[in-house]
């Protein structure tokens, strides 16, 4: 389901979108496209479902369809879980849609299965898919909706969801009012950015990609070769190893990382990622670190530089020192343990011209930057 090529890209909603109107405007049939995805999501769901279960082809399964295409998809899966022998219901909370979804509906209540406005008891399936909204959701669930969320929410039965789970915040991961807690999720087409956001991790339960063949010319149209934001990968981690060093190589040779770390208060964020720094393979590395807790480092990390740096009454570094020109170093590391009151130090980092991992703190101060 999944191809390698695609695995780094992070979008947002507006890229989404794009994305989904070059592949119309270039002629894709958007029913086209729908048959496409309900058929890998329904298989998708069964090899789950034969997991959870033990059997592919015996259960009960709900399904909540909302009015887009996202509900569209949803009646897809309905239609072909019928036909596989699943005893499927279908719950339409919002009773008009777009008409492609509308046409779904009317075949699948054609077939004899249960097409309702009334809430179901969730707890009497085997299983129920969230089809109600997909990428792109920006306001609120509220009222009859929220009823709908909470009543799945408590009922105990595994939840699928296509796509996000209902009331997740596309870009930010946020809860929109209320959310649907999926144990699986399956993202379509392309990794949306929620899927990395801390506030969305509770509601997404496992996750898989559905890829359904964008063609990498139309999401390069979209972002570009070299997207800004990107995930990364085991394939692309494990892709590095093992380094690729000549048999004449000496740490000089090998890269000189600088890392910078730790506060009196928070002394073992120094300790860890320095050791985590030398067991990396890097060459050289000099650490940063307050002065206070330079000698008790010393000992453990006989193999680092260890700088000691000008410290605020609290621990924390108040200033690197002048030897530290940040042009001698082959990447730079900022962050674990340092306390999110060293604001000015992230902001000279920014202009490195060198590679700037960011952790722990470093992130916390750069979630405080304009």
Known sequence: MVRSAIEPYLVTAEQMQQIEGHLFAAGMPVAALMEKVGGLLTRWFVSCFAKQTGCARQGSVCILAGPGHNGGDALVMARELYALGFDVAVYRPLAEGKPLTEAHARYVESLGILVTESL?????????????????LSRPISGKLAATVAAINECGTPVYSIDLPSGIHTDTGAQLGSAIRAARTACLGL???????????????????????????????????????????????????????????????????????????????????????????????????????????????????????????????????????LDKYDAIAFGPGLTPSVPTLLTQLLSAPCPLLLDADGLNLLAQTD
């Open 120 to 136: 179901p008891n969730f707890a009497d399936y085997d299983a129920v898919i969230d089809g109600l909204f997909g990428f792109g």
């Open 191 to 325: 990794w949306k950015r929620a899927f990395v956001q801390e506030s969305a991790l509770e509601y997404l339960g496992a996750c898989d990609l559905i890829d359904f063949d964008i063609p990498l010319p139309v999401i390069e149209r979209v972002l570009g070769q070299t997207p800004d934001v990107q995930r990364i990968t085991p394939s692309m981690a494990m892709g590095c190893l093992p380094l690729n060093r000549s048999v004449t190589a000496h740490k000089y040779r090998a890269g000189h990382l600088l890392l910078i770390a730790g506060s009196r208060q928070y002394a073992g964020a120094a300790l860890l990622s320095g050791l985590g720094a030398i067991a990396s393979g890097v060459g050289m590395l000099t650490l940063a670190v307050p002065e206070s807790i330079r000698l008790a480092l010393l000992p453990q990390l006989p193999a680092a530089l260890l700088v000691g740096c000008e410290e605020t009454a609290e621990g924390a570094i108040a200033a690197l020192p002048p030897e530290l020109t």
